[in-house]
């Protein structure tokens, strides 16, 4: 597991790109036949994925950072398959995920395995984690039963469609918020204006990406903005303080993680254009 300490809201305005990207940027997911996770000190989440190919995965804990004798014996997690057809086993239970299908795993849930239909097709299985102090079912969501959510017009260039999977009208948690966000083609933005949320952190991960596609994603305080150039299937960290928006070469999809003291998805402080430098 990669352990990530990032940085306050006044170091980051000296830091190089360089030093930025090994602060926020996660651009080593979706290894074959590996289970890759990343645990950060903003809100202890941990961000992974998992690509079955030649063997099944199963998810374990890792004692030194986690000290749980389980992954889930703490936590809870939202999974989204960006593959191919596959299947998460829980505790003895199964759960057929196909792209863009949802889960979400309670605490207390020891048994966690990922498998892929077909090994030249594998799935894609992308999660996020953070602590739980109480237990909630599992449930699963297909992608054709999220609740969407139509923002945004192609003369701003950013019409886009939100998909609610984890929130509180939807699959119940204790604190992750989860779902994806999908551009229509022509539109290049998302988040914008911007926002920052002091109640909560956010994970974005960015795919549907052209392979020869860009996207410069702003961070930072509204008032002194930075920029990381992110490639398909790269992720990056948010903290409370700092503002998550994007814009690419092209249209892309980005799945959108939250874990804090509040689940209202409209639960942001607005800044307006005029003040974002």
Not at 231 to 241: D, G, I, K
Request: proline share 4%; hydrophobic share 40%.
């Amino acid at each position: 597991m990669d352990i990530r300490f990032t940085t306050d809201n006044v170091s980051y305005k000296r830091m190089t790109t360089e030093e930025l990207k090994k602060l926020f940027l996660i651009d080593k997911l979706f290894g074959h036949d590996e289970i890759y996770m990343l645990y950060s000190d903003i809100d202890r989440s941990i961000t992974g994925s998992a690509v079955p190919v030649e063997k099944p995965l199963l998810l374990q804990s890792s004692k030194k950072e986690m000290a749980a004798e389980y992954f889930l014996e703490r936590r809870e997690m939202g999974i989204i398959n960006i593959g191919q057809n596959g299947k998460v086993l829980a505790d003895g239970v199964e759960y057929k995920l196909n792209f863009k299908d949802a889960l979400y795993l309670g605490r207390g849930i020891k048994h966690v395995e990922f498998f892929s239909d077909k090994k030249e097709e594998p799935a894609k299985f992308y999660f996020v984690s953070y602590p739980a102090h109480k237990e909630y079912p599992s449930a699963h969501k297909k992608f054709t039963d999220a609740t969407p959510v139509k923002l945004g017009s192609q003369a701003d260039a950013n019409k886009r469609t939100i998909y609610k999977y984890i929130f509180p009208a939807g699959i119940k948690s204790c604190q992750l918020v989860m779902g994806l966000t999908e551009l229509d083609e022509g539109s290049v933005w998302n988040t914008m204006p911007v926002h920052t949320h002091q109640r909560r952190s956010e994970v974005y991960m960015y795919f549907n990406m052209k392979k020869d596609a860009i996207l410069f994603h702003l961070l930072g305080e509204p008032t002194e903005t930075r920029h990381l150039v992110l490639r398909n299937e790269q992720a990056v960290l948010s903290p409370s303080w700092s503002i998550h928006s994007g814009v690419a070469t092209t249209a892309y999809t980005f799945i959108w993680a939250m874990g804090g003291e509040n689940q209202d998805f409209d639960d942001m402080d607005w800044v307006a254009m005029k003040d974002v430098n």
